[in-house]
């Protein structure tokens, strides 16, 4: 079982910037795809950036070039570091682990962003 914890959410400015911290239970990152999705009210969750077990990143199109994907190895933590923000991107922002042959999914409890002035 894989426990994933979000933190850092909390409200910014339109332009201004967050970074988002998910702190998973042990040394998952060579198994595991860790991603970040949102889900805004009346909305689908969506998909927004993916850091492959090997370290490779990718984005979706709405946070290409202002938010980044990265993660620190030895504190078993990813992180969300968002820029340029805007109201669009007000959202529950979850946490996920994938593993990358094996059907596991795991899910944090999420952290609010709301972009408002």
């Known amino acids: 079982q894989v426990q994933l914890v979000e933190s850092g959410g909390g409200l910014v400015q339109p332009g201004g910037s967050l970074r988002l911290s998910c702190a998973a239970s042990?040394?998952?990152?060579?198994?595991?795809?860790m991603g970040w999705y949102r889900q805004a009210p009346g909305k689908q969750r969506e998909w927004v950036a993916v850091i492959f077990s090997r370290g490779s990143t990718n984005y979706a199109d709405s946070v290409k070039g202002r938010f980044t994907i990265s993660r620190n190895d030895a504190e078993n933590t990813v992180y969300l570091q968002m820029n340029s923000q805007k109201p669009e991107d007000t959202a529950l922002y979850y946490c996920s682990a994938n593993h990358r042959y094996a059907d596991l999914h795991y899910w944090g409890q999420g952290t609010q962003v709301t972009v408002s002035s």
């Open positions: 042990g040394n998952i990152f060579t198994s595991y795809d």
